[in-house]
């Protein structure tokens, strides 16, 4: 299985910035779409964005315009630029991919937004 690890996560103050890695154990990873997901406190886990094989991307209504997803095959990563964050952003985020049938997560890393 295909292992995924989250990092960049951290606090920040409203209206700042952070950049999330996810960094696959292998290349296979760079086939897939690879998803980005968050789950706050008492709330189910949502959907953010997406970014197909070929750097096709999606996101959810609640980050389009404030967070960018890419992807660099050379280091097997895929990034998640989150700008203007709001308190409400506050969450564990997830990177998930789905290598030859398997389902994979990460571990998850905290952001923290503070008034």
């Known amino acids: 299985q295909v292992q995924l690890v989250e990092s960049g996560g951290g606090l920040v103050q409203a209206g700042g910035s952070l950049r999330l890695f996810c960094v696959a154990s292998?290349?296979?990873?760079?086939?897939?779409?690879a998803n980005w997901y968050r789950q706050a406190p008492g709330k189910q886990r949502e959907w953010l964005s997406s970014?197909?094989?070929?750097?096709?991307?999606n996101y959810a209504d609640s980050v389009k315009g404030r967070f960018t997803i890419t992807r660099d095959n050379a280091k097997n990563t895929v990034h998640l630029e989150m700008n203007s964050l709001k308190t409400e952003d506050t969450a564990i985020y997830f990177c998930?991919?789905?290598?030859?049938?398997?389902?994979?997560w990460g571990q998850g890393t905290q952001v923290t937004v503070s008034s």
């Open positions: 998930q991919a789905k290598i030859y049938g398997v389902d994979c």
């Open positions: 292998r290349s296979s990873f760079n086939l897939v779409t």
């Open positions: 970014i197909t094989s070929r750097s096709t991307t």
